[in-house]
């Protein structure tokens, strides 16, 4: 849609509202509405004000003035608004200077973009990562000064195959017993698989919204672990659907008296929720990624690929897998891609390269180490600055890894680099090692400053300083 078309379109459609969109620095979407009087040329030439120091990464308050750009090629009409709302996405600006402002993520991701071009490695970059969530039907914490607490529950859990539950009126319990076994959901039909309903619903909303989906499925854990992916596209309009996305689900389970988390890991000794992500790179047309006498079908391009994304995969976990629950989930033994190695086909190692057919074009490699709490924007900015560096000083990702990681001898597992154990580990990680996200003026040191200062202190620090309830189980009685 073009700014010209935006009021006619809102007028044949019965539109009262214009919501605009952006992301703050961890990558939450923020909006605000405002009404179809303030829809004219200075709307789209000189943008809309707004309070850049309220939000997570911005500005300081004496400086808090910023400008909201909207980007009317973005306008859709919102899935999960009653009353008719139009949807853009905004970028963010500078009213000073008038420039694009330099934390905001999506123009990171729009700079990464023109570097690749830049480079003439490739022109076009081909993203599709493959979002895992839970499905719950309740959730309750709190944490104060002198308790804390989480409760998670799921008719589907595991754990309930005892509850009494359906009470009718003659107070009769009637469980009905199926639920997924602990690392068993992966994939039962229903009604083992208690969501294909819901997450149906969850698809066909988001086709609506334009998002192209290719399967939803239920995922390995217990309790409504689920799993729905995109068809691939480039970057920045990934990165916008991977926003779509977050917000269609928790907003369909919302409405259907269900609650969905893209935490990582929000239940103990079961599988986390990852985010792998399929990248390849395209040259007028062409996948540079493919050799046909390659190994696994890859060429040497990609193997440099690969090289970059593993010589730098200790930094991009700060923005990859970037909280502190991110580690819960990145521990061997629950399908996690903690091995900084590549292999056809093998799940056990971080960089997979995918064998379910021959086409040039669907040749690939598939990182699968970061998780849907990465800010979509940084993360895939991030791994293609790291993949390209690996091209540009043509970085060997030694040989292949094709035995199952986890069930080597001591002595040989120990001698694979593994990922982080912590975010806080990560972190270190990024500070020393970061000059490849600085190339082209994609990432700038001020972002990358904002972003370590902000996760050691909100959260890292705020995890480290606070008693964990297990704690108690295991030294109270010391």
């Known amino acids: 849609m073009k700014p010209e078309e935006v009021l006619k379109y809102c007028n044949d459609n019965g539109v009262k509202f214009i919501d605009l969109k952006f992301n703050d620095l961890p990558g939450l979407w923020q ?5 179809l009087a303030e829809i004219s040329d200075d709307f789209w030439k000189g943008g809309i004000g707004f309070d850049g120091s309220s939000i997570r990464g911005f500005q300081a308050i004496n400086e808090s003035d910023m400008l909201l750009m909207p980007d009317a090629s973005t306008a859709i009409l919102d899935p999960a608004c009653e009353t008719p709302t139009l949807s853009i996405i905004c970028d963010v600006y500078d009213p000073l200077t008038k420039k694009p402002y330099s934390r905001d993520p999506r123009y990171i991701a729009r700079k990464a973009e023109a570097y690749l071009k830049s480079t003439g490695i490739a022109d076009t970059a081909y993203f599709g990562p493959e979002f895992e969530f839970f499905i719950f039907d309740n959730v309750q914490f709190e944490q104060n000064e002198h308790s804390a607490f989480y409760n998670v529950d799921s008719s589907e859990g595991a ?11 003659d107070g009769n319990s009637h469980n009905l017993g199926y639920k997924p076994r602990y690392k ?54 990934m990165a916008d659907q991977m926003q779509w996305f977050k917000y269609i689900v928790k907003n369909v389970c919302k409405a ?12 103990f000794k079961d599988n986390g929720s990852g985010m792998h992500v399929h990248q390849s790179l395209f040259k007028e047309g062409k996948n540079t990624f493919f050799d046909a006498a390659g190994y696994a079908l890859i060429s040497q391009t990609a193997k440099y690929y690969i090289g970059g994304l593993l010589k730098h995969a200790d930094a991009l ?9 991110s580690y819960k989930r990145l521990v061997p033994g629950y399908e996690a891609p903690v091995n900084l ?26 990182f699968r180490c970061p998780d849907a709490t990465s800010n979509g924007y940084l993360c895939l900015a991030a791994l293609l600055m790291a993949g390209l560096d690996g091209i540009q000083n043509k970085i060997d990702p030694g040989d292949p890894h094709d035995m199952n990681l986890y069930e080597l001898p001591k002595e040989e597992a120990a001698k694979i680099r593994t990922v982080p154990g912590s975010l806080d580990q990560a972190l270190i990680a990024l500070e020393k090692d970061h000059d490849f996200l600085l190339k082209g003026g994609v990432f700038t040191q001020d972002v990358l400053d904002v972003w370590i200062e902000y996760k050691r202190t909100q959260e890292v620090d705020a995890i480290r300083m606070r008693p964990h309830p297990y704690e108690f189980h295991m030294y109270f009685d010391i």
Not at 31 to 35: L, Y
Not at 159 to 168: L, Q, S, V
Not at 317 to 325: E, F, G, L, R
């Open 31 to 35: 909006h605000f509405s405002i009404t």
């Open 159 to 169: 754990w309930n195959t005892g509850r009494e539950e359906n009470i009718d009126t």
């Open 184 to 237: 068993e959901g992966y994939f039962p039909v229903s009604p083992i698989d208690s969501l294909q309903e819901l997450r149906s619903k969850i698809v066909l909303k988001m086709m609506e919204t334009g998002l192209p989906i290719e399967v939803h499925h239920h995922e390995v854990a217990t309790a409504g672990q689920c799993e729905i992916d995109m068809r691939y596209t480039t970057l920045v309009k």
């Open 256 to 267: 259907n008296g269900k609650v969905a988390t893209f935490m990582p890991k929000p239940l």
């Open 317 to 325: 976990m700060a923005i990859c897998a970037p909280t502190t629950n």
């Open 341 to 366: 190695v590549y292999s056809a086909r093998n799940r056990s190692a971080s960089v997979r390269i995918p064998m379910y057919n021959e086409n040039p074009k669907a040749k690939r490699l598939e």
